[in-house]
């Protein structure tokens, strides 16, 4: 009996989760609690941070949003140097297809630096930092998705830069369609479970 | 006006569903909250098998990271294949362990 009581209760907990994350606007208010904004300033260098590609060498949505937004910010002279971080997880380079992107919209390629050999946010602050701290170069705007830049910041501040958030915005974060909101609720809850691990484990 | 929809079109064929039950099946409304019930438990078991299923996909990802060194995203639990595959696991394991106490025959 206790335990037919107990996985109904589950059961339930789990129907009610469902209806709310689907059919109330929680998931976007919990995105909007847990996004960080804009404030873009001129800075010594745009950092992207990786996201995804796929084996066919295309970007994925988050990445190409990333990259463009850092490619804007570049030719709206923000800053003299961009660089593109993301491994090689698929035998395709991110970082090299984001770079090619940045050239073929008129970025030259002095002003481009890849690193591809980070697989976690923590890496790419610690391997990114080393080599702006070693051309001295301190402040940069940070470019990534609104949920993921308060963790993000917080790791690039550790290594002694000045990060400036520069969001790149998805439509999702605006979708009141349940299956969108479904989608806001699972990234949201990634995103703090991500969070909790990096200060259980002392990255931030 | 998608959520609405969706809401309507459920409604609509829960109430047929309803209604055939009863009057062409002859299903006693009685059992109809019974029926609630385990569907729920059964619900329960699949969610705990989603849970213990990204527990053990993330703490076994971590684990291996330190013990290798080689890098294994835990993207991989953030699929929504994993939630499929843990409800047929609950659904096979709910109803193991009703036949095996129901009496036979």
């Known amino acids: 009996m206790r335990w037919e009581r107990l996985w109904q209760s589950v059961g339930m907990a789990g129907i009610v989760v469902f209806f709310v994350s689907a059919f109330s606007p929680l998931p976007n208010a919990l995105y909007r609690w847990s996004a960080s904004s804009s404030e873009v300033r001129p800075a010594d260098a745009i950092v992207v941070l990786g996201s995804s590609v796929g084996a066919n060498g295309v970007l994925g949505c988050g990445s190409l949003q990333r990259a463009v937004r850092g490619i804007t910010l570049y030719r709206a002279s923000e800053a003299p140097l961009i660089v593109f971080s993301g491994p090689n997880l698929t035998g395709v380079n991110e970082a090299q297809v984001r770079a090619e992107l940045a050239r073929a919209l008129g970025v030259p390629s002095g002003a481009i630096l890849v690193e591809d050999e980070a697989f976690t946010t923590r890496e790419e602050a610690a391997r990114i930092g080393a080599t702006l701290r070693g051309r001295n170069l301190r402040r940069i705007l940070l ?9 993000a910041r917080a790791l690039f ?12 915005e998805s439509a999702g974060a605006a979708d009141t369609a349940p299956e969108g909101r479904l989608s806001l ?20 | ?24 099946l002859r299903l006693p409304l009685s059992s109809l909250k019974r029926g609630a019930s385990r569907a ?10 989603f849970v213990l299923n990204l527990a ?7 684990l291996w990271r330190q013990a290798t060194g080689i890098f294994l995203s835990l993207y991989h639990v953030n ?5 499929g595959i843990s409800l047929l696991q609950g659904l096979v394991f709910e109803w193991w362990r009703r036949e095996s106490r129901e009496p036979k025959g």
């Not at chain 1, 470019?143 to 308060?150: A, L």
């Not at chain 1, 995103?191 to 931030?204: K, P, V």
């Not at chain 2, 006006?1 to 569903?17: C, E």
Request: hydrophobic share 55%.
């Open chain 1, 143 to 151: 470019v990534t998705d609104p949920q993921h830049m308060r963790r």
């Open chain 1, 157 to 168: 501040e550790r290594v002694g830069l000045q990060a400036l958030a520069a969001t790149a």
């Open chain 1, 185 to 204: 609720m699972r990234e949201t809850l990634g995103e703090l479970l991500a969070r909790s691990y990096y200060h259980a484990a002392g990255y931030l």
């Open chain 2, 1 to 24: 006006m998608d959520q609405a929809f969706l809401l309507i079109l459920t409604g609509v064929t829960s109430i047929l569903a309803l209604l055939v039950g009863v009057w062409r």
């Open chain 2, 40 to 49: 729920l438990e059964c619900l329960g078991v699949m969610l705990g098998f």
């Open chain 2, 56 to 62: 053990v996909g993330i703490a076994g990802t971590l």
């Open chain 2, 79 to 83: 699929d929504a294949t994993l939630l």
